[in-house]
C-alpha cells in the first residue's frame, strides 16, 4: 500500500498589523477595532472577533491584517470558502505578501483544487526561502497534479536548507514513492527517525518503503513502532500483516489481521470483509 496517508501540514499563526497604503481618516479606529479583535481572539470569543475585525475593515478597507484575521478565524470555523476570500482580498491588496499567498494556497489545498494552489505557494515560496511549510504544501500540491519530480526538486531545495523539518520529509518521502525511487526515501527516512524519534509518520513512512522493497523483515519494526506511537492508519495493521504472511510467520499474520478487521469493520465494511477472508486463507477454512 504505497499510496500517501500523510496531510498537507498548515501553517497557523497571528495575523500582523501592518498597512500597504497611507491611513485613511478613520485609521484610528480601525485600528482600535482590530487589537480589539486580536483580543477576543486571543480569549477564543470568536463571534465577537469576527465582528470587530470586520468593523476594521468597513472602516478601513485595505486593512490587510484584517482579512488575514478574518480568514484565520473562519478557516479554524471549517468556512473554507469565505476564508479563501478574505485570504485572496489580502493578497489582492498586497500581491507579494507572503503570509496571504502562503494562506490563500493551503486553503485552495483543503478544497481540493490543487492546480490553483501552485500559483500562491510558489509566490510565497520565491518570497521567502525559509518557510519550509509552504513547500512543503507546494511540493504536495505539485505531487497532486501528477508533477512529482517537480514535487521532488522543490522539497529537496527546501530541506536543502532545512534538513529536519518534518513536514518536508514526510512529503518528499511520498513523492519519492510516488516514483518508485523506494532507496532514496529509506536513506532519507533513516536520517530523518534521529531528528525525530517519536514521530509515528516517519516511522510509517519508512515501514512502507522498505515494504515496497520486500524487505519486509526490516520493516515489521518501523510499522509496530508506528502503531505504538499513536498512527489510526488502518492500513498501517494491513501492511504488517502482510509482512508477517510474507516472512511465513502465520499466527502473528492472522492475530494482526484479527486487529485490522476490527479497526476498519465500521469504517469499510469491503475492507474488513478482504481481511476476514485473508484470515480464513490462512487458518486453512
Known sequence: MNR???S???????AVLFSITTAPVHADDANAHYRLALSHKREGRVDQALDEARIAIRLRPDYVAAHLTVGTLLRDQGKLGPALE??????????????????????????GRFEEAIIPLSRAVD??????????????????TDRVNEA???????????????????NLAVALRAERRYDEAV?????????????????????????S??????????YRRAIELGSDEPGALFD????HEQLGQTEQAIETYERYVTLIAGQDSAAAERGRKLIEQLRGT
Open 4 to 6: 500517501s496517508r500523510l
Open 8 to 14: 498537507a501540514l498548515v501553517w497557523i499563526g497571528s
Open 86 to 111: 478574505a485570504y485572496s482580498a489580502a493578497r489582492e491588496l498586497d500581491p507579494d505578501n507572503q503570509r496571504a499567498l502562503a494562506l490563500e494556497g493551503v486553503t485552495l489545498m483543503r478544497l
Open 127 to 144: 518570497l521567502d526561502r525559509s518557510d519550509t511549510t509552504s513547500a512543503a504544501n507546494l511540493g504536495s500540491a505539485l505531487r497532486q
Open 152 to 170: 521532488i526538486t522543490v522539497m529537496s531545495a527546501g530541506l536543502h536548507a532545512n534538513p529536519t523539518d518534518l513536514g518536508l520529509l514526510n
Open 187 to 211: 536513506l532519507m527516512l533513516l536520517e530523518a527517525i534521529n531528528n525525530h524519534p517519536s514521530e509515528h509518520r516517519v516511522h510509517l513512512n519508512l515501514a512502507i518503503s522498505l515494504r
Open 213 to 222: 522493497l520486500h524487505r519486509y523483515r526490516e520493516a515489521v519494526p518501523y
Open 240 to 243: 504488517l500483516g502482510v509482512c
